[in-house]
């Protein structure tokens, strides 16, 4: 199986040290924040050539490769979905370059979670604002074809701060209603488990199988990997279901222990993905 691990799991000073380590293990796949990747660039948005170059060069001395882009809308400001014709401008100027940066770095796929750029407000109701979503959607998609990539749309759970797409049923339902084939689904592991929903795994990727791009192992809120009954699980049906694209471990910086917590991640994830 493709593995690889979010880059939101350590410092950027650190990195040297996490990719010997994926190399030792055999991950072939890093995702990234854009800020972290690009930590010394001014603009992230609009990287110096030849700095994006050195940092890719970097992960291929280590047989690593981007291969998702996460934290789309970090920092971003009045970059909403929902509040407004300007903040949805925003939103979609913001995405824009996200994905025109995707192109430029010849990555394969973006994370869309951005919890609380896609609330609600109380004003709206949810059909009134997925048929906003769609539209918006709609249009990404077409952007993100001419630049060869894929957005996966992450289910948020409540407690992350959004009322809007909040299981992987409602995610199926929208991403089926933009009918784009470059908008397509992230399964989440840290929302099934939230949502309680892990018991019906099977039946979950029997449904969304023709859309599903990406899969992030994470726990609740991004702590490090330790439920081996959610492993088991989720690789018994990821290999019943002949799933060929990449699993992406999701954690956030440990605040100490910060390696070994990493460490101990891949080796139980790698337990389990063989």
Known sequence: MKLAISNIAWDPKQRIEIYQLLKKEKFKGIEIAPMLFLFDEKNFLKPNKKNYKKKIFELKK?????ISMQSLLYNSENCD???????????IARMTKIINLAG??????????SPKNRVIPQNMDYMSAEKVAVKVFRKLGKIAKKNNTYISIESNPKVYGTNFLNNIYQTYNFVKKVNSKNIRIILDTGELVINKELKDLKKILEKIKKFINHVHISQPFLKPINNEYLLKNIFKELKKLKYAGWISIEMKKPDFNNYKKILNSIKKVKKFSI
Do not use: W, Y
Request: aromatic share 16%; hydrophobic share 45%; no cysteine.
């Open 62 to 66: 280590f047989n690593l490769k981007i």
């Open 81 to 91: 979905l929902f509040k407004g014709e300007r903040n949805r401008k925003n939103f």
């Open 104 to 113: 430029i770095l010849k990555i394969p796929n973006l994370v869309f979670g």
